[in-house]
């Protein structure tokens, strides 16, 4: 119901029906349909943690220039959702250490008794992975491979030879 006022009676109707009327429709994406495949390969390729390295790339690669809140709208409705993935247990492969335990058994039986055998420890590259936010599609199974919470380290075996 709109109630008229003698001063500015017009002004003032008019702005009621501004707001009791939805009518905004929003723009059209800057890429087309080849370039928005492409982002999506992209995307899924790499685990992104922010928007700056995709409106880079969208930047570099196809000359378009999104803003932040552009580019989350593009992502959105492109199905990605900013989420944490999914942690995988890491779980030792028998057959690997198997190879390592015969290798190693080969060494120390050909070895002469005044040699000795070292072993250096080195940490994994993925020494307590842990996920963190980023963008994925939605409804992916996206997961990370995690190392347990005990100190998770590779054997090398290395040999001295005495002189």
């Known amino acids: 119901m709109t109630t008229r006022f003698e001063s500015g009676t017009s002004t003032i109707l008019r702005g009621l029906d501004r707001l009791t009327t939805f009518d905004w429709k929003g723009g059209l994406?800057?890429?087309?349909?080849?370039?928005?495949?492409?982002?999506?390969?992209?995307?899924?390729?790499?685990?992104?943690?922010?928007?700056?390295p995709v409106i880079a790339f969208i930047e570099t690669k196809f000359s378009v220039?999104?803003?932040?809140?552009?580019?989350?709208?593009?992502?959105?409705?492109?199905?990605?959702?900013?989420r944490k993935p999914k942690a995988l247990p890491r779980v030792?492969?028998?057959?690997?250490?198997?190879?390592?335990?015969?290798?190693?058994?080969?060494?120390?039986?050909?070895?002469p008794a005044d040699d000795a055998v070292y072993?250096?420890?080195?940490?994994?590259?993925?020494?307590?992975?842990r996920p963190a936010f980023g963008w994925m599609k939605k409804g992916s199974n996206t997961a990370i491979k995690t190392t347990s919470t005990a100190r998770s380290t590779l054997k090398i075996p290395t040999h001295h030879l005495s002189s």
């Open 29 to 52: 994406t800057f890429l087309n349909a080849t370039q928005k495949t492409a982002l999506c390969n992209w995307l899924e390729a790499y685990l992104i943690r922010d928007t700056r």
């Open 65 to 82: 220039q999104y803003s932040h809140s552009g580019c989350l709208k593009l992502l959105h409705r492109l199905g990605f959702v900013y």
């Open 92 to 111: 030792a492969d028998e057959e690997k250490q198997r190879q390592f335990i015969d290798m190693y058994n080969e060494l120390v039986n050909v070895l």
């Open 119 to 129: 072993f250096a420890d080195a940490v994994h590259p993925e020494y307590q992975v």
